[in-house]
Every structure is written in structure tokens, then in C-alpha cells.
């Protein structure tokens, strides 16, 4: 968990991995209730909607991101607003790494604007986000005036 | 612009599909908490949903003779029947007012709010924006979703 007051513009959010395995999607795909075979059926996924693999399911990456954001703020923070992109499609084997940079400080507001990826082994970023996470005040902190962003 | 999109399909823009309402149990927030590998206690003790437990919450459930060959059923998220069948998830921004808590009851409405075309490396693409409010019980908003759906 980190604190308001120590939020700068730039600082990295730690990197976390991913490895999705059969049981990991089925488990997934059963509680969003979605039975898409692309996440399950390997021969049906390679021949009928030629995939090289298993689909590793979008929203589950966009999971991934929001918790990136939510870890790092922790219990002192609530996501505002959320968004990601699924630009390219990831399948079951690979390994997928999360991760993000704070881009913009609101010290009026108290919220903090993060810019999110789900890189593949490759290094290429496959499901761009951004989150916005609202601080609550805690006890004895100072309040500082003003804005920061990635531009000033 | 390409020429897949009639008239018909166009029409079904703003068109509102029939509120559902969903009841949150704990049992379920923590299935999804071990299904996408949560880390904070609030969420794998089934106290708070994660913010994209949201996702397909209020989508239907068919029968097992309304699901097509490729395990989505039919007439999958509302609207007309698409020319391009195959279906993946393209990307979403949710806006939160709250968090979702075990015991909540939540009704969500939603209506197509976009649809167009693309041309894709793969060959065209068409593009269906989905807008879903959520309010609880006292009628009160918790959420925003804004959600693109990819037919290619």
C-alpha cells in the first residue's frame, strides 16, 4: 500500500506475472458464465477460428490491470475509472506481465491517473488501460496544493 | 465505411434491452477472486466484488438449445444477428461509483449505443458499443460500463 502524500508523477507500478493455465480459464470462463469455446476447446479453437492456441479471455486481462492499479494503491484508494484495450490476442502458454507508471497527480481531488499494460513475453504491450484511483485522506497528512502530470 | 451494416442493424442503435436484476452473493465474488488470482482479502473473503467481477454479470443465461456450435448463445449480448459470426472482446471503460458488496442487488439496463466498421489485417471487422447502468436497490448508481464487442 502505498500513501497519497508519496504518489509522484513517474513512479512505476511493480510488474506482476501472469501464466494461465486449462484450469485457471475454465474456472474463469465458469463464473462469467461464458462458454465460448475458444477458451477451452483446443481442435475447435485451431480449426474452426483458426487460433494458434487457447484464447487467453480480454476481460480476464483487463483483471489483471485493475489489479495492478488496485494492489499498488491498496486499501487506501477506489477506482474511479477504468478503461483497456485488448489489441492483440494472447493464448495459453504464454506468460504475461503487468505493470503501469503514474501519469497524473490531482492533489485538489485526491486522485491519482495511471497508465496500465499487459505485455506478452515478446516485450509487446497487447492490452493497453489507464486507471483512475481516488485517495482517502488519512490522519495527520499534510494537504499540498496543485496538479501534476506527465506533461509539466 | 464498409457495406456489412444494413439499415436494420443500424436501427438497433439506442434501442434499451430489458432490465435484469442480479443478486451479489458472497460465494460467487470469491469464486471469481481465486479465478483471477486477487491478492487483497476484501475480495477473496467474498466482502467486495473486484471491479471487473462486472463483467457479463447481467448477460443471459440460455438454455443449452440457444447456445450456437461455438458456445455463445444466440443473439449474444442483444441486438441483430451480425454478418461477421465471430465474436471477441474489444476493449472497456467503466466509470464506478461505488464498489459492489456481497448482499447488493443491482439492476442493470443496457442498450446498444454504437455500431461500425472496420477494416482489419485479418480481413473487415464491425465494431458494437454496448453502454450498461447498474443501480441498486434504492436506485442509486454504482456503475457505468461502456463496452465494444468485435465481430469479425
Partial sequence: MISFTDVNVGDAIAERSFSASNVSLFLYNAIIWNAHRIHYDEPYTQQVERHPAIVIDGPLQGDWLSQCALNWAGDAADLVNFRYRNSTAAYLGETLITGGTVVEVDQSARQVRVELFVKNQKGEVITPGEATLRFSQSPNEPVAPGNTTADS | ?152
Fill in chain 2, 1 to 152: 465505411m464498409g457495406d456489412l451494416l444494413t439499415k436494420e442493424h443500424l436501427s438497433w442503435i439506442g434501442k434499451e434491452e430489458a432490465p435484469v436484476t442480479v443478486e451479489v452473493s458472497r460465494r460467487d465474488i470469491i469464486k471469481y477472486a481465486v479465478a483471477t488470482e486477487q491478492q487483497q482479502r476484501k475480495y477473496l473473503d467474498g466482502d467486495e466484488a473486484p471491479p471487473m467481477f462486472i463483467f457479463n454479470l447481467f448477460g443471459p443465461i440460455s438454455s443449452l438449445s440457444d447456445l450456437r456450435t461455438d458456445g455463445l448463445a444466440v443473439g449474444l449480448g442483444g441486438g441483430p444477428q451480425m454478418p461477421l459470426p465471430r465474436v471477441m472482446a474489444g476493449g472497456t471503460e467503466i466509470r464506478f461509483t461505488r464498489p459492489i458488496r456481497a448482499g447488493d442487488s443491482l439492476t442493470g439496463v443496457r442498450k446498444i449505443t454504437g455500431m461500425y466498421e472496420k477494416s482489419g489485417s485479418t480481413g473487415p471487422l464491425i465494431f458494437t458499443v454496448r453502454t450498461l447502468t447498474v443501480t441498486d436497490a434504492a436506485g442509486d448508481a454504482v456503475l457505468e460500463e461502456i463496452q465494444t464487442g468485435i465481430n469479425r
